[in-house]
């Protein structure tokens, strides 16, 4: 009777996953299929969201240490990054600008702390967690707005975003058929060396299958292998947050997964690195 309990749960729980998932597919693939400023509101809005779930996690380790973040300057600024992405004179030298006015944002905040507080203030770790948000988050969603605009950048996002699910499907797969040693178990103790692999290989078949379906360049086999490697490297990134901080999830937004940030947490290293190889090396 408890196994067959147990059963009827799992199976509740993979059908919310499945379901919650197409529809998440079905969202970013409009998006990016229509671009323009469908994209550019999607993407922001997934960062937004996903920048207060990793804002509220270190809000709440704050308050353990007996000390403030100030959120608010994040978000402005990450709109600033977001609205830039946007103009055609974005590069470079004007988003470091808009960055270094972040810290700027910051360290005033903490200046009226302290002075209305009677002594009281966090800056280094206000400033270090809240542009960290910005640069983990944020940037690599700018670097996917700015992608979108490349020449085939719907091909490039719909790959990207292919590449990072063949991914989590094939190391979840080969981590549940073969998976037997474990890769990171004190960041991460479900994951394992068979799964990280499975994902790799995942990935590279997605990719290959992309360049044929969208008559993409065969270099674009490097997107393979960026969201087979540096995807899983993404998603460890979060789990290491949400252990320092003490968190299960970064938030109970998507019925099935928990956060927008758990769901897109491998986009982010991914989207970022095919961006610097496409944009800035190649």
Same mark, same amino acid.
């Given at each position: 009777? /408890?196994? #067959? @309990?147990?059963? @009827?749960?799992?199976?509740?729980? &993979?059908?919310?996953?499945?379901?919650?998932?197409?529809?998440?597919?079905?969202?970013?693939?409009?998006?990016?299929?229509?671009?323009?400023?469908?994209?550019?509101?999607?993407?922001? +809005?997934?960062?937004?969201?996903?920048? #207060?779930?990793?804002?509220?996690?270190?809000?709440?380790?704050?308050?353990?240490?007996?000390? @403030?973040?100030?959120?608010?300057?994040?978000?402005?600024?990450?709109?600033?990054?977001?609205?830039?992405?946007? =103009?055609?004179?974005?590069?470079?030298?004007? &988003?470091?600008?808009? &960055?270094?006015?972040?810290?700027?944002?910051?360290?005033?905040?903490?200046?009226?702390?302290?002075?209305?507080?009677?002594?009281?203030?966090?800056?280094?770790?206000?400033?270090?967690?809240?542009? #960290?948000?910005?640069?983990?988050?944020?940037?690599?969603?700018?670097?996917?707005?700015?992608? =979108?605009?490349?020449?085939?950048?719907?091909?490039?996002? !719909?790959? +990207?975003?292919?590449?990072?699910?063949?991914?989590? *499907?094939? /190391?979840?797969?080969?981590?549940?058929?073969?998976?037997?040693?474990?890769?990171?178990?004190? *960041?991460?103790?479900? @994951?394992?060396?068979?799964?990280?692999?499975?994902?790799?290989?995942?990935?590279?078949?997605?990719?290959?299958?992309?360049?044929?379906?969208?008559?993409?360049? =065969?270099?674009?086999?490097?997107?393979?292998?960026?969201?087979?490697?540096?995807?899983? /490297?993404?998603?460890?990134?979060?789990?290491?947050?949400?252990?320092?901080?003490?968190?299960?999830?970064?938030?109970?937004?998507?019925?099935?997964?928990?956060? !927008?940030?758990?769901?897109?947490?491998?986009?982010?290293?991914?989207?970022? +690195?095919?961006?610097?190889?496409?944009?800035?090396? &190649?």
């Amino acid at each position: 009777m /408890a196994v #067959s @309990k147990i059963d @009827k749960a799992g199976r509740a729980e &993979l059908q919310l996953r499945t379901f919650s998932s197409v529809f998440i597919v079905a969202i970013i693939l409009g998006a990016v299929h229509y671009g323009g400023i469908i994209w550019t509101l999607t993407a922001s +809005l997934i960062a937004l969201i996903s920048l #207060s779930e990793y804002y509220r996690m270190l809000e709440r380790y704050a308050k353990i240490k007996s000390m @403030k973040i100030s959120p608010g300057v994040g978000y402005i600024f990450s709109l600033i990054f977001l609205i830039a992405a946007t =103009r055609e004179n974005s590069q470079s030298i004007i &988003l470091a600008m808009i &960055l270094s006015l972040c810290v700027c944002g910051v360290f005033t905040v903490e200046i009226f702390k302290r002075q209305f507080s009677k002594g009281s203030s966090s800056a280094v770790f206000n400033t270090g967690g809240i542009i #960290s948000g910005v640069l983990y988050i944020t940037v690599p969603w700018v670097c996917m707005i700015m992608l =979108r605009d490349y020449i085939i950048g719907r091909e490039i996002l !719909m790959t +990207l975003f292919f590449c990072t699910w063949g991914c989590d *499907v094939g /190391a979840y797969i080969g981590g549940k058929l073969f998976g037997s040693v474990k890769l990171c178990e004190h *960041v991460s103790p479900g @994951k394992t060396v068979q799964g990280f692999v499975a994902g790799i290989i995942g990935s590279l078949l997605v990719s290959a299958a992309a360049i044929y379906f969208f008559s993409l360049p =065969r270099e674009m086999i490097t997107i393979g292998f960026i969201c087979g490697i540096a995807g899983q /490297a993404g998603d460890l990134a979060e789990s290491l947050i949400k252990r320092e901080t003490g968190q299960k999830d970064s938030g109970h937004l998507i019925p099935g997964h928990g956060g !927008m940030l758990d769901r897109f947490d491998s986009i982010l290293f991914n989207g970022l +690195l095919t961006y610097l190889i496409l944009r800035v090396i &190649l």
